[in-house]
C-alpha cells in the first residue's frame, strides 16, 4: 500500500513505556524522541543540561503533551529516581551512555 502523507503524519511511530516510580507515588509514562528533538539535543553542551532535557523531552501526560515543563522540578528530586528514569529513556531510544556523552560533545 502507498502512503500519503496524510497516512504518515496521522501515523504514531513512538515507543512508550510505563516506568513505576514507587518514590513518587505512581508510574510516568515515556516514549522515545522525535528526530527534532534529537538534534535539539545535539545542541546542547552542558552534560547536566542534557540529561535534564532529555528527560524532559521525553516524560507525557495521558494526553501526549510533555510531563516536565519545568526542568526545576527534576533537579529537586533524588539522583537515584532520576537517573533511573533517565536509563529507563536511553534504553527505550536505544541509546548508550556513550551515545549521550558523543551528542554532548558535537
Same mark, same amino acid.
Request: proline share 2%.
Given at each position: 500500500?502507498?502512503?500519503?502523507? #496524510?497516512?504518515?503524519?496521522?501515523?504514531?511511530?513512538?515507543?512508550?513505556?510505563?516506568?513505576?516510580?514507587?518514590?513518587?507515588?505512581?508510574?510516568?509514562?515515556?516514549?522515545?524522541?522525535?528526530?527534532?528533538?534529537?538534534? #535539539?539535543?545535539?545542541?546542547?553542551?552542558?552534560?547536566?543540561?542534557l540529561i535534564f532535557k532529555l528527560i524532559a523531552m521525553?516524560?507525557?501526560?495521558?494526553?501526549?503533551?510533555l510531563l516536565f515543563e519545568d526542568l526545576e522540578v527534576?533537579?529537586?528530586?533524588?539522583?537515584?529516581?532520576?537517573?533511573?528514569?533517565?536509563?529507563?529513556?536511553?534504553?527505550?531510544?536505544?541509546?548508550?551512555?556513550?551515545?549521550?556523552?558523543?551528542?554532548?560533545?558535537?
Amino acid at each position: 500500500m502507498r502512503l500519503s502523507l #496524510q497516512d504518515i503524519q496521522n501515523n504514531i511511530d513512538y515507543k512508550k513505556k510505563i516506568v513505576p516510580m514507587p518514590e513518587w507515588g505512581g508510574d510516568i509514562e515515556i516514549r522515545t524522541l522525535s528526530v527534532k528533538q534529537e538534534l #535539539q539535543l545535539s545542541e546542547i553542551k552542558d552534560n547536566e543540561d542534557l540529561i535534564f532535557k532529555l528527560i524532559a523531552m521525553c516524560c507525557i501526560n495521558e494526553d501526549g503533551s510533555l510531563l516536565f515543563e519545568d526542568l526545576e522540578v527534576l533537579k529537586k528530586k533524588s539522583s537515584e529516581s532520576v537517573m533511573r528514569l533517565y536509563h529507563e529513556i536511553i534504553g527505550l531510544n536505544k541509546k548508550t551512555d556513550n551515545d549521550i556523552e558523543e551528542l554532548a560533545k558535537n
